[in-house]
């Protein structure tokens, strides 16, 4: 059995089908050099193609800080012209891999035009030369396998699979053709489920390769995302597409197992990405739009699922210490939602997402992804969920009940005892049926939320769109997954629900399993925010955040505007010029916020606040706080406690507050001014406060611990003029109370250094007046 294309703009083969380094981050002021970026609208959507403005992946802003650099990105496909100006400067031949050739040359073949067109998307370089890509420094290198199968091997899929563990990103825009053809129930495709775990188990030493699979383009034909354990396995990323308006396209295959949406086009909104070089490719004629080395109409879930690659790679560019299942968790929790009146959405009942639960649909998954969005959550995410420390429960239930024909439905509950917070859900069903598409079948949680799994398959009941019956029945047993229930807890009765739309025909339900997956419950919660929130404010217990125990997190990073929080219980917030109230009793000890000129005030308890980026107001109150300004120039203030106060990047005001105090410069490489900026510490005592330096940031060979144990590296010096003239790493000048770094070490000059904090009280330093940290 050979893998085909999910291009919207390939025919479907018989058996097998595609779904179709920089030195420097990107500047502002170069975003949009590349000739055709002001074509791909999905980067930027400014209605250029008739689209809805604002429907795009909502990436560019985030170039200045993150471009994918030294994220590996393999692409397994057809193939990669990696000659191309636009691949080249990012491809990484040496750790690419031929599975049908079984050699380490990914050229594509004479037809084989797929994997160049995806490449562009993920990774085209930011190079003044036709498009760029979402992640235009990742390192990329093609998985290459013959999706005609007139060449290689019976599992060259397999073969190709085994080699993703070595990537910390694989995009696949393929799939199977006909529903239930990949059952990995099956001896002959149980090396690909071993190949996917083996990814996520074992990729990037242990954090699990992020694995993105295109949903697939047969929706017309009636099949589902959820009728193929490539795209249904919980270690995928499964992926559906959109058009320009942010409506789901004609062609792309639904299903509960869908994690979010990307941007595929429908007949005018084409994708402009890489092609093969001159005459070969997509664009085989004179094209006046583009030039002959690109297109302007590649499409389909295969171009949507490369996006989403694009984005993981920014992701671990901001945190390379995500496991796999993060992502997942980032991905889902950012998505927004797009066509607000398809009645296809349901809110599910996990209480951590703007006040209540997500948004999702068997047609969009969680929503479109929206990158500036992910990217902020993983800057501040702290959890790290893997493979190994994944949870499971696994229930069976052998019924051999008959199915009720054409009325009613057939019902079978199991008990969970053990709560878990859940991700994927897994059912295994045995059943038989002459035509398995007249059934819907269903998983009803113990909150309420029903997941369809198995729908009637014939869209309009023409012999066009034909029912599923026979090629189920070659295949009594599949497993389907749900996303659907992300973020519930799964304490309580479980309930398979079939129904036999149509009369006439009988069936039986042998057995079937319930496999839920996610981690152990615990009372430490994190409370995710977005720019959806006022969007939402038709549920009014959105507005009230209540919580009873635990160490919980108020994570509004990724909310781009202004935002006032307050942490005191029974006070409200502003969100959006909307009112959030924390209720009377709930204890919110941490608190993060996003792009705005935020002001956050904490409680009584012990705080850990973070501004975020924007010019932001952080207060602590009456205990030991960490105060955190991050990005911008920002005031904060400790209170009362022995608090850490650090500004971060900018120009801070610093203020400890009573008590004793610690007064934190870091970053997070060797020292660069503009990652300190110039603080100000408005009341630092001595004998009580300590500057805390550390040692990274700062080149310093001292020992961790109260002063410099290498003396050389502390001087204090009568005034700024004799600043230049100290060999000490870090110099005081008594004349202005201002600490400057020394980047020339032991020789006298300052190099690239310069003053890092002026003290308003004037005090006379010494080694005991500071803290060395590793």
Request: hydrophobic fraction near 35%.
């Amino acid at each position: 059995m050979h893998p085909t294309f999910s291009d919207r703009n390939r025919p479907s083969h018989p058996i097998y089908h595609p779904t179709q380094k920089l030195k420097a981050l990107i500047a502002t002021a170069q975003i949009g050099t590349d000739p055709l970026f002001g074509q791909q609208w999905y980067l930027q959507n400014t209605g250029q193609t008739g689209g809805t403005v604002g429907v795009d992946l909502n990436v560019i802003n985030l170039w200045q800080d993150y471009i994918g650099k030294g994220i590996k990105v393999g692409i397994l496909d057809d193939g990669v012209q990696y000659t191309h100006p636009d691949l080249q400067p990012n491809f990484n031949t040496s750790i690419d891999f031929d599975a049908a050739e079984l050699d380490d040359d990914v050229s594509p073949g004479l037809f084989d035009d797929h994997g160049t067109a995806v490449a562009g998307i993920i990774a085209a370089a930011a190079n003044s030369i036709g498009g760029v890509g979402i992640a235009p420094g990742a390192t990329i290198a093609g998985l290459r396998i013959d999706f005609s199968g007139a060449t290689g091997s019976f599992d060259q899929d397999a073969v190709a699979l085994q080699q993703m563990v070595k990537f910390d990103v694989v995009n696949n825009s393929w799939g199977y053709i006909g529903s239930f053809t990949d059952n990995f129930l099956e001896a002959d495709l149980a090396g690909n489920q071993t190949a996917l775990q083996n990814a996520v188990q074992n990729g990037r030493a242990g954090l699990g390769t992020v694995v993105v699979f295109s949903a697939g383009n047969e929706r017309i034909e009636g099949d589902s995302a959820n009728y193929h354990n490539h795209q249904n396995s919980r270690f995928v990323i499964a992926v559906a597409a959109l058009n320009h308006l942010g409506k789901h396209t004609y062609y792309s295959s639904p299903g509960a197992n869908l994690l979010v949406s990307a941007l595929g086009g429908d007949l005018e909104d084409g994708i402009v990405t890489t092609d093969r070089l001159g005459v070969a490719g997509y664009n085989l004629v004179n094209d006046p739009t583009t030039p002959s080395d690109y297109t302007d109409d590649f499409g389909g879930t295969s171009a949507a699922a490369p996006m989403v690659s694009g984005i993981a790679a920014l992701i671990l560019d901001a945190n390379p210490n995500l496991g796999y299942r993060d992502v997942q968790e980032i991905l889902a929790y950012s998505a927004r939602r797009t066509d607000v009146k398809n009645a296809s959405w349901s809110i599910n009942k996990a209480s951590n997402w703007n006040g209540g639960g997500l948004h999702t649909s068997p047609d969009y998954g969680f929503g479109l992804v929206d990158a500036h969005t992910a990217v902020r959550l993983a800057e501040t995410w702290t959890t790290q969920h893997s493979f190994a420390n994944e949870e499971r429960i696994s229930i069976s239930r052998s019924l051999n009940q008959p199915i009720p024909d054409g009325t009613g439905s057939l019902r079978s509950s199991v008990p969970v005892n053990n709560p878990l917070e859940l991700d994927f859900v897994e059912v295994e069903l045995e059943l038989s049926h002459p035509i398995v598409g007249e059934l819907e079948t269903g998983i009803k949680s113990p909150n309420g939320t029903e997941s369809v799994l198995v729908s009637q398959s014939s869209t309009d009941g023409s012999i066009f769109h034909p029912l599923l019956g026979p090629l189920y029945e070659l295949k009594p047993r599949f497993t389907f997954s749900s996303s659907q229930f992300w973020g519930e807890t799964s304490a309580g009765p479980w309930t398979l629900i079939v129904r036999d739309r149509s009369k006439g025909n009988s069936g039986m339900l042998k057995n079937w399993s319930l496999r839920l997956y996610g981690d152990k419950s615990s009372d430490d919660d994190t409370y995710i925010y977005t720019n959806e929130f006022a969007k939402l404010l038709g549920n009014p217990a959105r507005r009230i955040l209540s919580d009873t125990a635990g160490n919980d997190t108020f994570n509004a990073a990724a909310i781009s505007s202004d935002i006032v929080l307050n942490l005191v219980p029974g006070t409200g917030s502003l969100l959006f010029g909307n009112l959030l109230t924390i209720a009377d009793g709930t204890i919110i000890e941490n608190a993060v916020t996003g792009d705005g000129n935020d002001v956050i005030q904490g409680n009584d308890f012990k705080n850990d606040l973070n501004g975020g980026r924007g010019n932001d107001t952080v207060n602590g109150a009456a205990n030991s706080d960490r105060i955190n300004g991050s990005r911008g120039n920002d005031w904060l203030n400790g209170g009362t406690g022995n608090d850490t106060v650090s500004g971060g990047a900018g120009n801070d005001r610093l203020t400890g507050g009573q008590d004793a105090d610690r007064f934190l410069f870091t970053t997070t490489q060797s020292f660069r001014s503009p990652q300190l900026g110039i603080d100000t510490l408005t009341d630092f005592l001595r004998g009580s406060d300590k500057i805390v330096l550390d040692k990274t940031s700062f080149g310093l060979r001292s020992r961790a611990g109260t002063g410099f144990s290498q003396a050389s590296e502390f001087s204090s010096v009568a005034n700024d003029n004799a600043v230049a003239t100290s060999a000490a790493r870090i110099v005081y000048s008594r004349s202005s109370s201002t600490l400057f770094h020394n980047a020339n070490g032991e020789a006298a000059g300052l190099g690239t250094g310069t003053k890092f904090a002026v003290l308003l009280n004037a005090p006379r330093l010494s080694t005991a007046d500071f803290v060395v940290q590793s």
